[in-house]
């Protein structure tokens, strides 16, 4: 089993009309994956947001942005599986325009998927569960994840949580405009756990912990512009990061 970085990934929210989550990912699942892959890109994940029923949230990634730009057109422009398939995706979105545009933070800060992911036909939920966490920066994004790294990587990782992904906003340009993608300057963070328990047992120990709550958290509250946000994500039956 191989490992692949993608350098360039793109973190989408969907805002769904209500009830509809469900067909949107037994759609996507089915006919959206391999047909976006077929032309360039990779999808990495797909989840249901814990907090949200109405909430379809996915990342998918590219090797540079000159392939981002060709494999989109060729998928959403050229394409037949967009051309069939897109009535009755749209039919289920309300807003598609949450969109991060992202790089890694490092050389070394790219999630590292394996090859493979369960088969067209899975329906089996896999107990894993992953944490997302966006900080809006008011700092300069090299400053900030080196601040990261330095400080609250270890106290995370002694709560439990060992971030198996960095990222901060892309800067280039827009290669697909009829995708918009927002602009601010972020930095996003995974961790991965077994199980819900194991995820709320992280949250419940770091906000019990003074390092935290005391030094780590109210430096990281002066680097950022707003507050953070938090995703609770369950992992789909087809979904690669699992």
Known sequence: MTENVWPVVELRQYTLRP?????????????????QEAVGMRIVA??????DPDRFVWVRAFPDLATRGAALTAFYVDGAAWRTHAPAARATMVDTDNALLLQPASATA??????GRPGVHATDLPESRVLATIYYLDTPQAEFAEFFDNQVRPVLAEAGASPIACYVTDPAPNTFAALPVRTESVFVWFALF???????????RLAATPTWT???????AKRLSGPPEQLHLAPTARSMLR
Not at 21 to 30: A, G, N, Q, S, T
Not at 46 to 51: L, P
Not at 194 to 204: F, K, Q, S, V
């Open 19 to 35: 009830g509809t989550r469900d067909v949107l990912i037994e759609l996507f699942d089915r006919e959206l994956v391999e047909t």
């Open 46 to 51: 797909q989840f249901r947001d814990e907090d």
């Open 110 to 115: 790219g999630l590292a998927l394996p090859d």
């Open 194 to 204: 077994d199980n819900a328990d194991r995820r709320a047992e992280h949250l419940e």
């Open 214 to 220: 005391e030094d780590v958290y109210p430096q990281i």
